[in-house]
């Protein structure tokens, strides 16, 4: 009986080191798969549609009319932008890369306003962003040289339209390098990722890691439904602002809205988070599948009316549709910020959209 008693703390003290050491294994697993298998090759592949996009807009401005070819680059970006957009941690919060990248929301229409003055009031001809503007340097400003009434400008290779165009796809570039470096599988930022310790100045433990890109994620949707779907449908039916949606003048909102919905989806699935939950809670990783794939389907729907924001707006069928797929969003935002935290331990916190 005596020796039975003083083996028992022993099994158990072996017991618990065996469950925290396989506990550790998975969390440094959904680690190294939210890297290698999400975000590193979605910095990559921005990287390589904003490269893309400059060649584009070099053959068009240089040497003929490349204009289908733009804007099919143009799409591409603002894809590959919006799949990176859920990745809402690291370099891209740092010297203002997000605000650079992707100055929105613009209620103010600074873009406009802003990248209209730099066409008229004439440019230096090697234009430097460091003094400039944020509202000047990033996609919507592109978007506007591309798509509002300089777009025939761009067309006849007008020499403003064309140097300020190649100046932000160059920034745009230079930006998007500095990403795909850092996120890289020996990038500085994916080993401060996979590098969790007492000594690392960021993260101390791979909890903190695993806490930092769920609320990524739970952000992402978040921002998806209270801001980019609900801020153009503005107070109600025949109340809203389709001007307050991203990338409207392109006619890739819906498309963008897509891409973010879906890059959320795929962070969960491609990282592997179902790993940390037990059998009770497994139904959850079907739950959020199921969210995810009424907004797919509603958005699928919408797309194929081939109609413009204006008009899907407009019309009080489109317009109930699109207001929809803030339910399933928000259904998503409940399982990543509170139903999975709840199962698993991990404390996501407060994120950059619930203010002060």
């Not at 306003?113 to 509202?135: D, V």
Request: hydrophobic share 40%.
């Amino acid at each position: 009986m005596t020796q039975r008693i003083v083996l028992l703390p022993a099994f158990f003290l072996i017991f618990f080191c065996f469950n925290a050491a396989q506990a550790e294994e998975k969390s440094r697993g959904i680690i190294e798969k939210f890297v290698t298998e999400f975000a590193a090759p979605a910095y990559h592949d921005f990287y390589r549609a904003a490269e893309q996009y400059s060649t584009d807009l070099n053959q068009l401005c240089d040497h003929g009319n490349r204009l289908l070819e733009l804007d099919q680059a143009f799409e591409t970006l603002v894809l590959k932008w919006s799949r990176i957009e859920a990745i809402r941690l690291g370099p891209i919060r740092e010297e203002n890369r997000l605000e650079r990248l992707f100055f929105w929301p613009d209620t103010r229409s600074r873009v406009s306003k802003q990248t209209s003055a730099l066409l008229h009031t004439g440019m230096e001809k090697e234009i430097s962003f460091k003094a400039r503007s944020i509202a000047v340097q990033g996609l919507p400003a592109l978007e506007y040289l591309q798509y509002a009434s300089p777009r025939q400008d761009l067309r006849q290779r007008d020499g403003q339209s064309c140097a300020l165009a190649k100046a932000i796809a160059g920034n745009i570039l230079e930006i998007s390098k500095e990403l795909q470096v850092s996120w890289s599988s020996y990038g500085a930022f994916s080993k401060t990722l996979l590098s969790a310790s007492e000594q690392n100045d960021r993260y101390r433990n791979d909890g903190e890691v695993l806490q930092d890109i769920l609320k990524s994620a739970s952000e992402m949707t978040e921002l998806l439904a209270n801001a980019k779907v609900n801020g153009p449908l503005g107070k109600g039916f025949g109340k809203s602002r389709y001007k307050r949606a991203p990338f409207w003048r392109s006619g890739l909102t819906l498309r963008s809205f897509q891409e973010n919905s879906r890059a959320v989806a795929d962070l969960y699935r491609f990282s592997g988070f179902e790993a940390l939950l037990d059998e009770e809670n497994q139904g959850l990783g079907a739950a959020l599948a199921f969210e995810f794939s009424q907004v797919e389907k509603t958005l699928l729907s919408l797309e194929s009316m081939k109609m413009d924001l204006k008009n899907l707006l407009g019309g009080q069928e489109t317009y109930e549709k699109l207001a929809y797929i803030r339910f399933p969003l928000l259904g998503a935002n409940r399982i990543l910020k509170e139903d999975y935290p709840r199962a698993t331990g991990l404390s996501i916190g407060f994120n950059s959209l619930d203010g002060d």
